[in-house]
């Protein structure tokens, strides 16, 4: 499981309420990423890191933040959560950027 | 930015017949291309991967193939089994930087017994 791991792995939450969900791993990788999946539109990037306090975003970042103090994790907020945001939610590490991602175990999130 | 096709959206084969799944990709400088198999409930995980410099890759019951000038690779999966039932994903590494990494929609690979 490449040392990944998310919390919560489940979550269901009121529209407008501040969301945040964790990434941790233990192998000091320096790439570090945040997937959300959705029925018919595959994986898409969020956020990525490349070291610590270094974050750009991907192509779904409307809505979302992410921060990264400690190369160890890896930390998505949904500032105020929408029913859009009702997801399967994806971390995900690479050891160099031209190699294969290796996924956490995922973390399903509802909003109502 | 890069561009991934992915076709079918689903596959059905017989238990034992081939399974071929197809992407196509639209950065020509792309040079990495990983596969990916998700369970039901379960994480992507890495089957095979190919890189440009090479044609094709093997490894038991499963190969990539990959035309550079063609812009497209496939997957192929011989002698299906019900554990082969799963959701595969394609991907493309457009380089230049640590992003990059752009995923097909996925091929819901059914195999009927």
């Known amino acids: 499981d490449a040392g990944i791991t998310q919390s919560p792995r489940h979550k269901v939450t009121e529209t407008g309420t501040p969301v945040t969900l964790r990434c941790h791993q233990t192998e000091n990788h320096r790439y570090m990423y945040w997937y959300r999946q959705d029925p018919g539109h595959g994986l898409r990037l969020i956020h990525y890191s490349y070291g610590v306090k270094d974050t750009d975003k991907g192509e779904v970042s409307d809505g979302y933040s992410v921060s990264r103090s400690k190369t160890e994790d890896f930390l998505l907020t949904l500032e105020s959560a929408t029913s859009s945001q009702t997801s399967v939610y994806f971390c995900a590490i690479r050891v160099q950027a031209n190699t294969e991602a290796f996924f956490g175990q995922g973390t399903r999130l509802t909003v109502v | 930015g890069e561009n991934v096709e992915q076709h079918p959206s689903t596959l059905s084969v017989q238990e034992g017949d081939s399974a071929v799944i197809k992407c196509t990709y639209s950065?020509?400088?792309?040079?990495?291309f990983p596969w990916y198999k998700q369970e039901l409930g379960k994480r992507p995980q890495l089957i095979i991967d190919i890189r440009s410099n090479v044609g094709e890759k093997k490894d038991q019951r499963i190969a990539v193939t990959l035309n550079k000038t063609a812009k497209h690779f496939s997957l192929h999966i011989t002698e299906t089994q019900p554990e082969d039932s799963a959701v595969y994903f394609c991907?493309?590494?457009?380089?230049?930087?640590?992003?990059?990494?752009?995923f097909g929609k996925g091929t819901h690979l059914i195999i009927q017994p």
């Open positions: 991907a493309a590494y457009s380089g230049g930087g640590a992003d990059g990494l752009t």
């Open positions: 950065d020509s400088a792309s040079n990495y």
